[in-house]
């Protein structure tokens, strides 16, 4: 959590200067959520949600929303590396098709929603 509530401070600061605001991500005050699989690049990848505190003016959320937050690239842990059978070809072609935002993994194959349960 330490590397991705890092990184997550620095693109949030970044995100928050280009908008023309003067945030200041500390990584100690970025919250990370729970690691979440995604198919990128024809491979398994990994990715985690970092969020921020911010001014009202400064978030991108509803009405009364006071935090920011984005994804960021993760390590694929070894267990789901290990532990994962392939993907079948249909589930294969159809992800290389378009840029896939998510996966129902558990309906690709039952052993992938078992794997990542346990993480």
């Known amino acids: 959590a330490g590397a991705a509530a890092a990184r997550g401070a620095e693109l ?5 200067h280009e908008a023309g605001f003067d945030e200041a991500y500390d ?9 979440r699989p995604r198919w990128r690049g024809g491979a398994l990848a ?8 911010t001014c009202y003016a400064c978030s991108r959320g509803d009405a009364g929303s006071y ?7 993760a390590p694929v842990p070894s267990a789901w590396r290990d532990a994962l059978p392939e993907l079948p070809a249909a589930v294969v072609a159809a992800l290389a098709a378009a840029d896939v935002a998510g996966v129902s993994w558990g309906q690709a194959d039952p052993r992938w929603a078992t794997v990542f349960a346990a993480e």
């Not at 100690?28 to 690691?35: E, H, Q, T, Y």
């Not at 990994?46 to 505190?53: C, F, L, R, W, Y």
């Open 12 to 16: 949030l600061t970044a995100e928050s």
């Open 27 to 35: 990584p100690a005050d970025v919250r990370v959520g729970p690691l």
């Open 46 to 53: 990994a990715e985690v949600p970092v969020v921020g505190d």
């Open 67 to 73: 935090e920011v937050g984005l994804w960021v690239d």
